[in-house]
């Protein structure tokens, strides 16, 4: 059904136009100084084809602080430890950089929090580390009908970038902002530009009890604390309340949250850089240490990701009992995936000697080491042993059924050797 259609069929239901309201706004809205309005918001006019945009610029200097550190800190470390990024990524797509590399890190502030065609990107917020300090620029949809020029002035600053940097992006904000490019028929910038998502780097690295939002991570790794921000839940009403007043005055906590937002992810990657450089070493606990084996293991990184296995285990006393044993089974496969059968088998040991029969990583070392004492050392009573330690602790009808069918061959091999013997007794 054509717009037009449409219109004429909500008109005759309800006795109104029911576009007229917005339009009028968008109108009255739209003769309103640009300038003025920057000036409200802390920022200026940028002209581009098509139209202006107001831009919001912040110089976070090197001297200043966002949590525990120094701006300048954080930039050095992204500048000397740039070059491991990849490992945070997925397996393709996120290049080896250089130091002299073009970051931009983004974050969205939308008219809505559940994507689809009808959300608006209202604030479009860019940061990239300049000379030791913090940029973020801040593009602001005046107008819905200002939406094009935004585009444009945002493909512009993107330009050049050879890496985007998100939280959550992949999922939302670039899915959002490609399909407002698509909207208005125009190229979208960044569709040739690897996108590394801090979100799920975060997960692997430091995901547990307290949840891995960027609020979480910015504290437990940065000790930055907010005071007095605004709830992301809140912020598409207070544009909506800016599309149908002009009152930008509210939008003041929507941009400085979008500012840390971005100074926080910075800072995030800055932290998880220098993490994959310095290793195992690195790590402040064990958690973080078991994440970053993770992380060097599904990028083919081995050696990396086994001593940061055996780092874990070997740390007893300062390692809570199930980070202590998911190292260990990971260290045990990657030794046996290796031909080191010895060295895992010690491994599949020290799992059994915590003694927890019902944890997932105890049943798989029984039956590892029923496997190993049953094929490779040939130790029979010993693996008929494990074999009946499996029966007992299988929690599935599968573990269950395949437990039984080693006991009863090992049964089987057991009783031939005795006939053997008898037999070369008697002879």
């Not at 929090?113 to 940061?127: D, E, M």
């Not at 979480?216 to 809140?234: F, K, Q, S, W, Y």
Request: charged share 25%; glycine share 10%; hydrophobic share 40%.
């Amino acid at each position: 059904m054509g717009a037009s259609v449409l219109t004429s069929r909500l008109r005759e239901l309800v006795g109104v136009d029911p576009l007229r309201p917005v339009i009028e706004r968008q109108a009255l809205m739209s003769t309103r100084p640009l300038i003025q309005l920057a000036d409200e918001l802390g920022g200026g006019v940028c002209e581009i084809e098509g139209g202006c945009c107001v831009m919001v610029d912040r110089w976070y200097t090197p001297d200043t602080t966002h949590g525990q550190q120094r701006i300048g800190a954080y930039a050095e470390m992204m500048r000397r430890h740039v070059n491991h990024v990849s490992v945070l990524g997925p397996s393709r797509g996120v290049p080896r950089l250089s130091d002299t590399a073009t970051l931009r890190f983004f974050d969205l502030e939308t008219t809505g929090l559940a994507g689809g065609a009808g959300t608006y990107a209202f604030l479009v917020g860019c940061g990239t580390f300049e000379d030791g300090s913090f940029h973020t620029r801040q593009f602001f949809l005046t107008t819905y009908a200002a939406e094009r020029p935004l585009l444009g002035a945002v493909a512009r600053y993107l330009a050049n970038a050879e890496l985007l940097v998100s939280f959550n992006g992949r999922t939302f904000d670039a899915p959002v902002l490609e399909t407002r490019y698509l909207f208005h028929r125009l190229a979208v910038p960044f569709s040739g530009v690897a996108h590394l998502d801090m979100l799920h780097a975060s997960r692997r690295l430091w995901g547990g009890d307290e949840g891995c939002s960027l609020k979480v991570l910015e504290e437990m790794l940065a000790g930055v604390v907010r005071h007095g921000d605004i709830p992301g839940a809140d912020i598409p009403a207070r544009y909506v309340h800016y599309a149908r007043t002009g009152d930008a005055r509210p939008l003041g906590p929507v941009f400085e949250h979008n500012r840390l937002d971005l100074l926080s992810l910075a800072v995030l990657t800055s932290v998880a850089v220098r993490l994959v450089d310095d290793g195992a070493r690195g790590t402040r606990d064990g958690r973080e240490c078991l994440g970053l084996g993770r992380l060097f293991e599904r990028v083919g990184l081995d050696d990396r990701a086994t001593a940061c296995y055996a780092h874990v285990a070997s740390h007893r006393a300062e390692t809570c009992r199930d980070i202590r044993l998911e190292a260990l089974r990971r260290l045990a496969r990657r030794m046996r995936r290796d031909g080191r059968h010895r060295d895992a088998a010690a491994a599949w040991r020290q799992i059994l000697g915590v003694g927890v029969d019902q944890h997932p990583a105890f049943r798989e070392a029984v039956h590892a080491l029923a496997v190993h004492h049953e094929h490779r050392l040939k130790d029979l009573p010993t693996a008929r042993g494990l074999a009946i330690r499996a029966v007992v602790t299988a929690v599935s009808e599968t573990d269950q059924a395949q437990a039984r069918h080693r006991l009863a061959r090992l049964d089987r091999k057991l009783s031939a050797n005795v006939e053997r013997a008898d037999v070369l007794f008697e002879g």
